[in-house]
């Protein structure tokens, strides 16, 4: 029998970032935050709160706030630095670049609001390119997390992870299926949430959770396509993923955000690198996105598990040809 | 120090400069030799830091940032030859392989050098964010910084500003190399940023100017009265009236020595201008 992943309730990955902060911050006093006006929707006041004298109010002043952190990591303090996730990375991507990376300093991005979920803001704030900007750059860390008891978890981690991080999230809640305190979670390293010889699906952040249910719904039909979990997109687990491009032909991506330089583009690197295979990839397709509620844009931009579906027909098809 | 040593190593760091930069046949001399007499005054009479070893936390010592990260010609003479590297490693500057990057980088390890900069606009929020760690840490030292006056056109200067006022970061001392040049031409004509000093003070700064910027008496006097203003709840900005490639006649006050290499002809009347007072490197 497979695992059956249950959602113990609908929970913001936000939040599972701000209740990781706090807990690292008790452990730690090294670590510092700074917020550039938007510390409730990042889920930083209990930070601030708590630790008044270790939180820094940059204002919406994002290019400023990188710096700061970069000059407060020279001393040996660890910061967070959170905003949304457009302005944790494309207006930002220079001083990331040259005062964070470059420079080598041991800076965390945390990114709320990333992708299509952010909703009814539109496209303005919905940031579908951040994985691509971040994972190109030397020396970043770049973990996107599936749920808010796992996001707690990356946030943990990151705070003792030596180097630059960026940590990805979102603004709904969502369902909340991992354990609490899950011992499989490493930065760098794969999940298996659900093994399978018929297919895979490497999801990552958000589209896990649609990745189980194509899952389940599949094995209805007699077919058992495992899931894999990539929340660390950078280091990628090369090894631990080359292992299902061996064992199978079937290979789908899933990611919220766009279909270039992110989840797909990786696992067709590895494919190209040390196995050949076909990828179908669950993306946002070079487009924009839009006012909505979360679940209407999924659906209108093919994030949803039908969709899922879909691309593990394709490829079972392209497998048959 | 005396003056007169001060003035001899500086007159020897402009000589660095320049054949570093003609060695590496690229570099921006203008810059360099304008901010020479502010880097020694700083590293050999005013700031309390220790060369070795280099910590990269800088605690318990004075640090220095240099936002305007191209003019590192004569930076690094001066980070040399008070201690920081062997002088001899001079000669390797934007050379492959060396330590000594074409714009600061901490990439390769240089000690003396704890960011990266060179992409402008960038220092002077670094700066602040070790001078908070500073005050996290109880740590009395200060942290200076160099911005261009051209460097004054990024957004993100202004972002530190209204920052570093609002946070009454006040063990900062900047200081704007201010010599009216970048590359397009003079600041008046390409961006102008006059009033600067109005601009500083309206920002929330304790602003001082140091209109003697090549002199090292005047220099060390407005160092000092900046340390005397600082603890007050205030940043503190020092505008200094440079001059863009002071030491080399043909250089001086003419924008086109921004980011070039003099030939070999002009190496010649420039260094006949400079003569070593110090052993070359």
Redesign the interface.
Known sequence: MRPRFVDSGAKDTRSGFGAGLVEAAQKDSRI?ALAADLTASVKMDAFAKQFP??F?Q??V?E???????????????I?FVGTFANFATGRVY??I???VC????NVKIAASHAGLTLGEDGATHQMLEDIGLMRGLPGMTVISPCDYNQTRLATLAAAQWEGPVYLRFGRPPVPNFTPVDDPTFEIGKIQVLLPGSDGVIFATGHMVWHALQAAYALESKGLFIAVINVHTLKPIDEMGIVEWLERTPVIVTAEEHQVHNGLGDIISHLATKYRPRFVERVAVQDTFGESGKPDELLQKYGLTASHIIAAVERALKRQDR | MSIEELEKIAAQVRRDAIRMIYLAQSGHPGGALGATDIFVALYFAHMKHRPQPFSMDGQGEDVFILSNGHICAAWYAVLARSGYFPIEELKTFRQINSRLQGHPATKEKLPGVRVATGSLGQGLSVAIGIALGKKLRKDPHHVYVMIGDGECNEGQIWEAALFAAHHQVDNLIAIIDRNYKQIDGDTREVLNTDPLEEKWRAFGWETLSLHEAHSLPAILSVLREAVSLSGKGKPIMIIAYTTMGKGVDFMENDYRWHGKSPGPVEYERALAQLPATLQDF
Do not use: H
Not at chain 1, 64 to 74: E, F, H, R
């Open positions: 510092v004298e270790r820094f940059a204002g002043s290019a400023n706030m990188i710096g700061v952190a970069a000059g407060l990591a020279t001393v040996g303090f910061p220079d001083q670049r040259q005062s470059y420079s080598g300093k």
